[in-house]
């Protein structure tokens, strides 16, 4: 297919949006080729490099859920704080009343247009350790892929952009563009902090865009621009019956069981046909325009290869929409996790003193993870049997998100990526959450462009976590060209 075949498709794909291809094209512009091939040489010189760096990085278990992990947290933090210091960033690592923040800046570009770039440096834990096929931190190459946990999530796509900046600051001794760099240590545990953080900075934090990759790419060598995420409301159930763990035999059938009361409520969730049976969870909902979900089905999205990734025997969920608007249209409530009673190697005939889940909800535009906790509570309340103590708890949530894509910033990224990649991007959800993204949005209000260069299966959250090689190392060139992309298309527009 050519040049103008893929354009067309491109195009095609955005709708009503305007499509970048005819802003201007630089192949006549000696002094743009000349700098690309430049920065391009630099990468070429010093990819084995970076990407040793970005070991040093990974090897640091920076898991911000476990207290017993805040010294490698800390620790992070300082790393990254001195890794831009190194390449010529103003640098600080900021405490919080809970993991640090870091920031970089550089801010010799009078009259250019400022851009946020947000990434975080904390991981979710790495159990199971058993299924780890090499240590979660200790690095380790296999076909292409980087093995560490936070490889993908989200230390190799925020480093990329460090080095992105690393390269125009040492090929030309100054950035195309203003830049702060923010990078947080609470992601994995819903980014408590960071918004008080924000907002309590706003004046220093005060840019034109912000710019985050913590997200896959819609298939490999296919780079992607998010126009959606779901927001998040996370529970935590507790049933209590007795006060200790009971002989089955001598109380089992007098006794109210905690372990099934749980899983009798748990049941509710859902109708036959996967729909969420919780009263009041859709009132909210914000139908997608109809454009907009013919262009998903549009996409080359090979449902067989999905399903082989998952391991599952079959695909499952609410019944009525296809596999792509489940994962980026549709809100849902999961199950994420059960304890109860005894569950070590033999029998151990006990009834459960009490049982606990761990409940997510995807929320889709129109939906508040307030909302959602008052249905969720008091759908609980009604459904828990007499007989046993239930308590359901809000940890944390975070607001949906969705972009209309349209500014200098976005394309900018269609021309950085189309051009470091050989291949128009195309846009995609996301069925995941970052809570930053709104507070971003609200408190700063810039537009947030979202990019990532983590692919599907890549085991973000879970064993074996990856990065594809070959995207950490376009990605830092496509970044670099996004700077000059965007200092371009702003200057022209303002």
């Known amino acids: 297919m050519g040049r103008d075949e893929r354009r067309q498709g491109f195009c095609a794909l955005m709708g009503d949006a305007p499509c970048w291809m005819h802003l201007y094209d ?273 996409l080359p999205f090979d449902e067989e290869n999905f399903l082989h990734e998952t391991g599952a025997p079959q695909l499952g969920g609410e019944k009525g929409f296809t596999t792509l608007e489940k994962l980026w249209a549709r809100p849902t409530c999961e199950v994420n996790g059960l304890l109860s009673g005894y569950t070590g190697e033999g029998a151990k005939t006990v009834l459960p003193s009490k049982a606990m889940a761990k409940v997510s909800c995807r929320l889709v535009p129109g939906q508040k993870p307030a909302n959602i906790e008052k249905v969720m509570k008091a759908h609980v309340a009604k459904v828990s049997p007499a007989g046993v103590t239930v308590d359901c708890k809000h940890l944390h949530g975070g607001n949906p998100w969705h972009a209309e894509l349209s500014g200098p910033i976005y394309d900018a990224a269609r021309r950085a990526l189309a051009t470091a990649f050989e291949k128009e991007p195309v846009i995609v959800g996301e069925g995941g959450s970052i809570p930053v993204v709104g507070d971003f949005e609200r408190i700063l209000g810039v537009p947030v462009l979202l990019v990532g260069f983590g692919l599907p299966g890549e085991n973000a959250h879970a064993p074996d976590e990856w990065m594809s090689q070959e995207n950490y190392r376009i990605g830092m060139r496509a970044m670099a060209r996004l700077l000059d992309e965007y200092s371009a298309l702003a200057g022209a527009k303002s």
């Open 26 to 298: 630089d192949s006549n512009n000696p002094e743009m080729t000349n700098t690309n091939k430049s920065l391009d040489s630099f990468f070429d010189t010093n990819d084995a490099r970076m990407e040793q760096e970005l070991f040093e990085f990974l090897r640091i278990p920076s898991v911000s859920a476990k207290s017993d992990h805040n010294e490698h947290t800390a620790k992070a933090a300082d790393w990254l704080c001195k890794s831009m210091e190194k390449i010529g960033l103003k640098a600080r690592v900021y405490p919080t009343a809970g993991h640090p923040v870091v920031i970089g800046e550089w801010r010799n570009a009078p009259g250019a247009p400022t851009v946020l770039i947000y990434g975080h440096y904390d991981v979710q834990p790495p159990e199971p350790l058993n299924l780890w096929t090499s240590p979660p931190f200790e690095p380790t190459v296999r076909d292409g892929r980087i093995y560490a946990r936070g490889s993908v999530d989200d230390k190799g796509q925020l480093y990329l952009h460090v080095k992105a900046l690393e390269a125009h600051l040492t090929v030309r001794g100054k950035l195309p563009v203003n830049v702060i760099v923010v990078a947080e240590g609470e992601e994995e545990i819903g980014s408590e902090h960071l918004e008080q953080f924000i907002q309590e900075h706003k004046e220093m934090l005060k840019c034109d865009a912000v710019v985050i990759s913590d997200s896959a790419m819609f298939a490999p060598g296919q780079p992607s621009i998010l126009s959606s995420l779901r927001g998040l409301a996370y529970f935590e159930i507790n049933v209590v019956g007795p006060t200790v763990d009971l002989h089955s035999g001598s109380y089992g059938g007098a006794v109210v069981n905690p372990a099934m009361a749980l899983a009798r409520i748990l049941a509710t969730f859902h109708d036959e046909n996967g729909h969420v049976a919780i009263p009041g969870f859709y009132d909210d909902v914000i139908q997608w325009n109809p454009k907009v979900l013919e262009g998903m089905k549009k």
